[in-house]
């Protein structure tokens, strides 16, 4: 069994040097695939941890309240509130220390531009912390039944949005993979077709001593796993250069942007590593076994 090994990784180093043009256009095609996948997979990945910093962020519900509410009624409004499974917090927010934190928050060092205001124009009110964000729809039909409430702001809308676009994103990138796999898996597979033709007698010679179908295939399937393992190869480093190049560039106004820092180069190509081999090594494998079911008896 190991001699059959051993025999198979020779001959495919073999063949791969000795057609060197239809293995680099084999690679050229894998590495242009698994590219644009890794662009996809950093833009996901990287609007993933922006989307899940978003909920956390808006994890919130608002509850303005009329001028005319006092702040008993308030208190009757959270008590009840507290008693809910989606509710992890909620606390009464006066429009004074609203106020305070808008400008420690948005205004900072402008905040003095708010001195001016006659009165306060923000409202108090109710802020609901809840579990999950999908439970925001739960407090906010309990919050329109109470009376004294003017508005009712979450964010929910907000991070749906994210969401669609993100699994836009998603199909998107399905659909190209899976074109580009396709692409790659022909490429591939007529690349060892040229050398089933050139080592046709010496296949019908093997066959005719008793060497059966796996034997002969093993070198013809190592080949393209080899061809699809230094793609893999090439494409996590020349994805790596990229990202750190545009992390080094952008990764402050990205950050504003998503709200929260790019995922970092160590974390994303060890991620990528696997992800191309094992697209790599799969599509340089089929192409090798579609090629050769022309050929060998199955």
């Keep these: 069994m190991f001699n059959s090994i051993r025999y198979s990784v020779k001959q495919a180093f073999v063949q791969v040097f000795r057609n060197r043009a239809m293995s680099l256009a084999s690679m050229f095609s894998i590495t242009a695939m698994l590219l644009i996948l890794g662009l996809f997979f950093v833009i996901m990945v990287n609007i993933g941890v922006g989307i899940e910093k978003a909920k956390t962020e808006f994890d919130s519900v608002s509850a303005y309240l009329e001028d005319t509410t006092t702040y008993e009624e308030a208190q009757?409004?959270?008590?009840?509130?507290?008693?809910?499974?989606?509710?992890?917090?909620?606390y009464y927010l006066d429009k004074?220390?609203?106020?305070?934190q808008w400008k420690a928050q948005e205004w900072q060092?402008?905040?003095?531009?708010?001195?001016?205001?006659?009165e306060n124009p923000l409202p108090n009110s109710i802020e609901v912390k809840v579990s999950e964000l999908e439970d925001a729809d739960r407090v906010v039909e309990v919050l329109n039944t109470f009376s004294g409430i003017k508005q009712v702001k979450y964010y929910k809308e907000t991070v749906d949005k994210l969401v669609k676009i993100t699994d836009s994103l998603k199909v998107g990138m399905l659909i190209i993979m899976a074109f580009l796999v396709i692409v790659s898996v022909v490429v591939v597979s007529n690349t060892v077709k040229l050398t089933v033709?050139?080592?046709?007698?010496?296949?019908?010679?093997?066959?005719?001593?008793?060497?059966?179908?796996?034997?002969i295939r093993g070198p013809f399937l190592t080949?393209?796993?080899?061809?699809?393992?230094?793609?893999?190869?090439?494409?996590?480093?020349?994805?790596?250069?990229?990202?750190?190049?545009?992390?080094?560039?952008?990764?402050?106004?990205?950050?504003?942007?998503?709200?929260?820092?790019?995922?970092?180069?160590?974390?994303?190509?060890?991620?990528?590593?696997?992800?191309?081999?094992?697209?790599?090594?799969?599509?340089?494998?089929?192409?090798?076994?579609?090629?050769?079911?022309?050929?060998?008896?199955?």
Excluded: C, H
């Excluded at 009757?76 to 909620?90: D, H, K, P, R």
């Excluded at 060092?109 to 006659?118: F, H, I, T």
């Excluded at 942007?257 to 974390?267: A, E, H, R, T």
């Design 76 to 90: 009757t409004m959270i008590l009840q509130l507290s008693g809910m499974n989606e509710v992890t917090e909620v």
């Design 197 to 215: 033709f050139a080592r046709q007698k010496e296949i019908e010679i093997m066959k005719y001593v008793g060497a059966t179908n796996w034997f």
């Design 96 to 100: 004074d220390t609203a106020m305070a």
């Design 223 to 298: 080949e393209g796993i080899l061809i699809g393992i230094l793609s893999a190869g090439v494409s996590v480093g020349i994805t790596a250069l990229v990202y750190k190049k545009v992390i080094d560039m952008l990764s402050l106004d990205m950050s504003m942007i998503l709200g929260s820092p790019m995922v970092s180069v160590g974390f994303m190509t060890s991620n990528l590593v696997w992800i191309f081999i094992a697209l790599g090594v799969s599509i340089g494998a089929w192409g090798s076994i579609v090629s050769m079911r022309r050929f060998l008896d199955t």
């Design 109 to 118: 060092d402008n905040a003095y531009l708010l001195d001016g205001l006659v």
